[in-house]
């Protein structure tokens, strides 16, 4: 089994900053893309950014230049930090992974539980 655990939203003012971790763990052979989607109330999930197990990185629009993906693949861990939060970026943030398990020919998306982040005005 593969799991996705999240830490680190919160309540913030805007302007202010968050640091979101994502950990892999379990029965893992190798992770392709690390990466975090959001969605707030009433709209669909929508990719914030993502990196590949070579480090390339994309970011969607709204978030270039105050959000910073990265990757330890010791831990396998990925980070979000979020600077200048600005209301909209109020949502549940989700850590998204594709991973190859041991004794699997493929890949799977797996998905953590959600976080909330909310940034006051």
């Known amino acids: 089994q593969v799991q996705l655990v999240e830490s680190g939203g919160g309540l913030v003012q805007a302007g202010g900053s968050l640091r979101l971790s994502c950990a892999a763990s379990g029965s893992i052979n190798s992770i392709n893309a690390m990466g975090w989607y959001r969605q707030a109330p009433g709209k669909q999930r929508d990719l914030v950014a993502i990196i590949s197990n070579d480090g390339s990185t994309t970011y969607v629009d709204s978030v270039k230049g105050r959000f910073t993906i990265s990757r330890d693949n010791a831990k396998n861990t990925v980070y979000l930090q979020m600077n200048s939060l600005r209301p909209e970026d109020t949502a549940v943030y989700y850590c998204?992974?594709?991973?190859?398990?041991?004794?699997?020919?493929?890949?799977?998306?797996?998905w953590g539980q959600g976080t909330q982040v909310t940034v006051s005005s």
């Open positions: 998204y992974a594709r991973i190859k398990p041991w004794g699997h020919v493929r890949s799977y998306d797996y």
